[in-house]
């Protein structure tokens, strides 16, 4: 199964253009064989009937503050057409930007059998409110499990693997005594959440935590405050790279080992932590990254310009549709229970497979930040057990 996908990732070239991804920004139609989409009218009058064709909906924003990243998704997902020569499936796109709930309404009303999106997490129930009724299934490019269900597959990075995954680490490697800098607000809450259970699960010991609003002086403030505690070998700071070296600074003295800075799937693409000295030795982890590089040079080549880090999870949904749409039958229900295969999915982010609630699963691989490197010290699993 992994090895069939895989053979779709090998060659990022530019084959015929397809008329089989289309763009519906609320309504109106428009083309998106290149980087510069154009209306051309509404829904009704630009999709033919297909009959040898899956329909597709692809729900993200195209017009608001989202909408380039929302572009990023959607070219992304004509590129995974293009590089596997696909020609059964038909894409439409719609923007959710304006009413996400009419979005899906029109594109169960244009006969698509499964959505890839929506986007945004506080989206997702107003279009199952549409798609449940429909027996359409979403698969979303959220990363808040609360919202996965047997109907509802998170496709997302999902914070609480990546501190699962490092916690089980750092225990394998020495630590023993835990503490946490956690941001105040929803991901501060699901990074705390989670990091209690795998230092559990791990059999290690939380001895202390601090929280902050997220600023230069709080989080400052509050490494101090965990400082001051001790008593702890390794320490998860939940933020990104700039806040994460400037409380590394306040918990170690130049050229301390120890404590051991833990960070989350915010570091990746950030080179910036390899800067700080206070950084060394730091580990963090997050999926591969080395189609993620070869994905881009073919992304600038045709767009002219850098996708986001999310877009490839449209190419990789394509490439999960492609592959379960060999058992289903243009005009019928997508076969959702065929997303639950057990060795999984081979994607531009590496191995991943979905759980039966909904919750996708990632392989992710372990990087330390060195003295002015990151390097990978445990790579991600190439298969589930």
Not at 146 to 168: I, K, L, N, Y
Not at 169 to 196: K, W
Not at 239 to 261: C, F, N, W, Y
Request: with cysteine; aromatic share 6%; charged share 20%.
């Amino acid at each position: 199964m992994l090895g069939s996908l895989k053979r779709g990732l090998v060659a990022l070239t530019l084959v015929v253009a397809l008329a089989a991804c289309q763009v519906i920004p609320g309504g109106g139609g428009v083309e998106t064989g290149g980087p510069s989409p154009e209306e051309t009218g509404p829904s009704g009058e630009v999709l033919p009937t297909d009959t040898a064709r899956h329909r597709v909906a692809l729900l993200v924003p195209l017009s608001g503050t989202n909408a380039d990243v929302g572009r990023s998704i959607a070219n992304a997902t004509t590129m995974a057409l293009l590089d596997t020569n696909a020609d059964n499936l038909r894409i439409t796109t719609y923007d959710t930007a304006t009413d996400a709930a009419s979005a899906a309404s029109r594109a169960i009303s244009d006969g698509n059998k499964l959505i890839l999106g929506p986007l945004l997490r506080q989206n997702v129930n107003a279009v199952l409110s549409r798609a449940e009724p429909a027996n359409v299934p979403l698969i979303t490019f959220s990363n808040d499990i609360s919202v996965a269900a047997p109907d509802v597959f998170v496709m997302g990075h999902v914070p609480e693997q990546s501190v699962e995954r490092t916690v089980r680490y750092a225990y394998a490697h020495g630590a023993r005594n835990f503490a946490a800098l956690i941001p105040n607000g929803e991901y501060g809450r699901r990074a705390a959440d989670a990091f209690t259970s795998a230092v559990a699960r791990a059999g290690g010991k939380l001895v202390a935590s601090e929280s902050y609003d997220r600023g230069n002086t709080s989080i400052v403030s509050a490494a101090e405050r965990l400082e001051a505690k001790g008593g702890f070998d390794a320490v998860l700071i939940a933020d990104g790279a700039r806040l994460s070296a400037m409380a590394a600074g306040a918990l170690k003295e130049p050229g301390m080992v120890l404590p051991t800075i833990l960070g989350t799937e915010l570091w990746s693409g950030e080179a910036s932590i390899a800067d700080a000295s206070a950084m060394r030795g730091a580990l963090f982890s997050a999926v591969p990254d080395a189609r993620y590089r070869q994905f881009v040079d073919s992304y600038r080549s045709r767009f002219g310009g850098t996708p986001y880090r999310i877009a490839t999870l449209g190419y990789d949904a394509v490439l999960l549709t492609l592959r379960v749409a060999r058992d289903w039958k243009p005009g019928d229900d997508f076969p959702a229970g065929k997303m639950l295969a057990r060795d999984g999915f081979l994607g531009l982010d590496g191995t991943f497979r979905f759980r039966s609630d909904g919750v996708g699963e990632r392989a992710m691989e372990v990087r330390r930040v060195d003295n002015g490197t990151i390097s990978i010290v445990d790579e991600a699993p190439q298969k589930f057990d």
